[in-house]
């Protein structure tokens, strides 16, 4: 049994630092909060190196710096060399659509260690639909080239759903392109604003079963070439995924408002509440938020899940998917064969793939999009 008192004793590896929501891309799956956070209520520069500071003394080794658009922070390249000062491997997540030659070279000599490239598509026609920005294809495909001619290693993510599963191995050909050294695949999660657009983006079971043959195909023939990496969509599984590898074990999350999160969308469970950086230190929340302690371990689980031998391989699956799909947190994660709500949710997927819906494209507003 993994109690919660034993799990929190291990630092956390890695930490999203959701810099801001803003974002120049309205893409259907986003996986923000509904509800965003507005400039106004963003950290300022100093708390957030106060926050990687503590990160790093928790134990942290790498800092995912994400968004929305990090890049429209006015304070990135301070932020980055805060992360270099204190030891921390930084990543940064984006766009790549609005930031320029001489930025990018302003990140590099801060100390950035990596750069993740988002792509909605391999061709300008896709891509641009789905983000619902025209030009944004030739201007990621003009950044990617500027990242390896700086120096810094670049990884390509697409996040995969119906409009673009048929262009995975054109993804992959355009990886090896742009000079990527990874790839990743992810399957759309259906969590938030993606949650509205599900009959919109859910691709038939056929198809997802030939893209991952695709994938693993493509892994073989590219092994020691190009890493690929690969999310399977959960509603056509068997067994549950290892949901950020455990809840409250290696990762956590800090968004733009100073919120403290077990993973992306954990604000979405009712009852628990989030300490914030504003007021307390970062290995506090860890260590002691009782959030983190909600579903942490193995002492929370049903018992079908107590008496699993995977228990503590995939912690129980999503939280936040159990919420979704049945309306208890506390449930299994429907995904699992075992759970009674799992036939369910494969019909679930199979009526929603067979819509036509239009997609509502993620626009940066409190209300529901017109």
């Known amino acids: 049994m993994n109690t919660p008192s034993e799990a929190r004793q291990r630092p956390p590896i890695g ?15 986003c996986s923000n909060p509904v509800e965003l956070t507005r400039k106004r209520e963003e950290l300022d520069t100093e708390t957030w ?25 006015q304070d990135l390249e301070a932020l980055v060399a805060s992360c270099a000062e204190h030891g921390l491997y930084s990543n940064l997540i984006t766009a790549g659509v609005n930031i320029s030659r001489a930025r990018l070279e302003a990140l590099a000599d801060a100390g950035l260690d990596h750069v993740q490239l988002s792509v909605q598509g391999a061709t300008a026609e896709v891509n641009d639909y789905i983000a ?12 990617a080239a500027e990242v390896t001619d700086v120096g810094l290693p670049l990884t390509l993510n697409s996040v995969i759903h119906r409009a673009n599963l048929h262009q995975i191995p054109d993804l992959v050909e355009l990886a090896l392109e742009l000079g990527a050294r990874r790839l990743e695949i992810a399957h759309a999660q259906y969590y938030g604003w993606a949650l509205r657009n599900r009959a919109a983006l859910m691709p038939p079971r056929e198809q997802v079963m030939e893209a991952l043959e695709l994938v693993e195909a493509a892994r073989e023939r590219l092994k020691g070439k190009l890493v690929i990496d690969a999310v399977v969509p959960d509603y056509y599984a068997r067994l549950p995924k290892p949901c950020m590898n455990g809840w409250g074990r290696q990762s956590l999350n800090v968004t733009p408002a100073g ?35 909600a579903y942490r371990g193995t002492d929370w689980m049903p018992d079908t899940c107590q008496s699993c031998d995977r228990r503590e391989i995939d912690w129980g699956g999503c939280r ?42 993620r626009r940066f507003a409190k209300s529901t999009p017109h």
């Open 15 to 29: 930490m999203l630092a959701e810099l801001t929501h803003r974002c120049p891309l309205q893409c259907p799956y």
């Open 49 to 73: 190196q106060r926050v990687f500071a503590e990160a790093a003394e928790l134990g942290v080794l790498q800092v995912h710096l994400s968004g929305g658009e990090p890049a429209l922070r």
């Open 132 to 143: 619902n920005l025209p030009g944004a294809f030739d201007k990621k495909r003009a950044f």
């Open 259 to 293: 919120k403290v999160l077990p993973c992306h969308a954990a604000e979405t469970i009712p009852g628990l509440e989030f300490w914030n950086v504003r007021e307390q230190a970062l290995g506090d929340i860890w260590q002691h938020n009782p959030a983190f302690n």
């Open 320 to 361: 936040c998917q159990a919420l979704a799909l049945t309306g208890d947190a506390t449930q299994m994660d429907p995904v699992c064969e075992l759970s009674p709500y799992h036939d369910e949710i494969q019909t679930l997927a199979i009526t929603d793939s067979s819509r036509d819906d239009d997609f509502t494209y």
